[in-house]
T-cell receptor, first 112, second 111 residues
């Protein structure tokens, strides 16, 4: 079946350094991937997305890389700030246009 | 622009009681979703709707019912609450691609 997993449940990063959050997916037919940020007590917030016809997409301080050969997705956050502390979820589009398959999340901790 | 609003934010139910969670969006989105999130896990889709008057089952629909009588509202009902339904419930809406906007969540405890 479809599944999305994350390599590390918790990631600690020094403030100002770059963060890299990794995600593996199992369905090679998935054509859409998305990253969400969830702060404590809040709903998920969209960060960035990428379609399977792309390898890389950049946003403000964030970059998503997609490696379809090894079915791997990563989120890079430049110059990590205290406000980046959250749980980050990757998700892939399932068989329909409506159902996202979510990973368990990676908690990003910023060290001062 | 309020986005996606969920009510209530917190609720405690006794086993066997019923309740309805309300979701309202003011972005004129066609698609709406109800998810549940359990501790340390990602979101799982309960039901979704692709338009007014239509609903469909998601990944974990058992024990829940939904209705989409108006485009801006999506109701989630629990007819007979069970402890296994203790969770945080999130409503979301979208234009049809998977970039969904989420509400703040409803924390439900069934005792």
């Amino acid at each position: 079946g479809e599944s999305v997993g994350l390599h590390l449940p918790t990631l600690s990063v020094q403030e100002g350094d770059n963060s890299i959050i990794n995600c593996a997916y199992s369905n090679s037919a998935s054509d859409y991937f998305i990253w969400y940020k969830q702060e404590s007590g809040k709903g998920p917030q969209f960060i960035i997305d990428i379609r399977s016809n792309m390898d890389k997409r950049q946003g403000q301080r964030v970059t998503v890389l997609l490696n379809k050969t090894v079915k791997h997705l990563s989120l890079q956050i430049a110059a990590t700030q205290p406000g980046d502390s959250a749980v980050y979820f990757c998700a892939e589009k399932g068989k329909s246009n409506y159902q996202l398959i979510w990973g368990a999340g990676t908690k990003l901790i910023i060290k001062p | 622009n309020a986005g996606v609003t969920q009510t209530p934010k917190f609720r405690v139910l006794k086993t066997g009681q019923s309740m309805t969670l309300l979701c309202a969006q003011d972005m004129n989105h066609e698609y709406m979703y109800w998810y549940r999130q359990d501790p340390g896990m990602g979101l799982r889709l309960i039901h979704y709707s692709v338009g007014e008057g239509t609903t469909a089952k998601g990944e974990v629909p058992d024990g829940y019912n939904v209705s989409r009588l108006k485009k801006q509202n999506f109701l989630l009902g629990l007819e007979s609450a069970a402890p296994s339904q203790t969770s945080v419930y999130f409503c979301a809406s979208s234009y049809g691609d998977s970039r969904a906007f989420f509400g703040q969540g409803t924390r439900l405890t069934v005792v």
